[in-house]
């Protein structure tokens, strides 16, 4: 059965800290892995992985995929209250079934 | 532009009532999705469409509707719900298999 598992469940830090999210899965036929973000409502969109090794990045945000050994991470550097947030990892296997994972919790404090 | 708009931002609803959620994209995205999500759970598929047909129901029970009027538009009809199907109801839509987008959300409250 595909599943997909994230890590820590929740993570409380200081601004200005780094943190590093896991999301690790088992899949039958892999599309692509998608990282989300999650304030009040509904999911933002922050990076699509396809291709292992490749890091992605988009300001103080940068995610890499490894297909041999079945995860992702999404690093956060400089943390800010902003970004606290569920932070959300889901796995298309190109069948319109995304399956997500239950999401890490992280509290940023000033 | 990559925005799914979703109406209304809220519902109260009785037990006995009938209301739809609706759902809005422009992006010519062939796939449009339902997905309810519970606090503190991740969302939770519950239906969708490609190119204006239903290919996916996850056993959702009959007072759940849905209803794809055309490629840009998907609506969900609630019909008798009970107060366990409070939630947030989201909308998404994807290029084929790629990237979901998310609408805002739907807080329905059923009482």
Request: with cysteine; hydrophobic share 35%; charged share 20%.
């Amino acid at each position: 059965e595909d599943k997909v598992v994230q890590s820590p469940l929740s993570l409380v830090v200081h601004e200005g800290d780094t943190v590093t999210l896991n999301c690790s899965y088992e899949v039958t036929n892999f599309r692509s892995l998608l990282w989300y973000k999650q304030e009040k409502k509904a999911p933002t969109f922050l990076f699509m992985l396809t291709s292992s090794g490749i890091e992605k990045k988009s300001g103080r945000l940068s995610s890499i995929l490894d297909k041999k050994e079945l995860f992702s991470i999404l690093n956060i550097t400089a943390t800010q209250t902003g970004d606290s947030a569920v932070y959300l990892c889901a796995l298309s296997s190109g069948t319109y079934k995304y399956i997500f994972g239950t999401g890490t919790r992280l509290k940023v404090l000033a | 532009d990559t925005e799914v708009t979703q109406t209304p931002k809220h519902l109260v609803m009785g037990m006995t009532n009938k209301k739809s959620l609706k759902c809005e994209q422009h992006m010519g995205h062939r796939a449009m999705y339902w997905y309810k999500q519970k606090a503190k759970k991740p969302p939770e598929l519950m239906f969708v469409y490609s190119y204006e047909k239903l290919s996916i129901n996850e056993s959702v029970p009959s007072r759940f509707s849905p209803e794809c009027p055309n490629s840009s538009l998907l609506n969900l009809h609630l019909h008798a719900l009970q107060p366990e199907d409070s939630a947030l109801y989201l909308c998404a839509s994807s290029l084929d298999v790629g990237t979901q987008y998310f609408g805002p959300g739907t807080r329905l409250l059923v009482l």
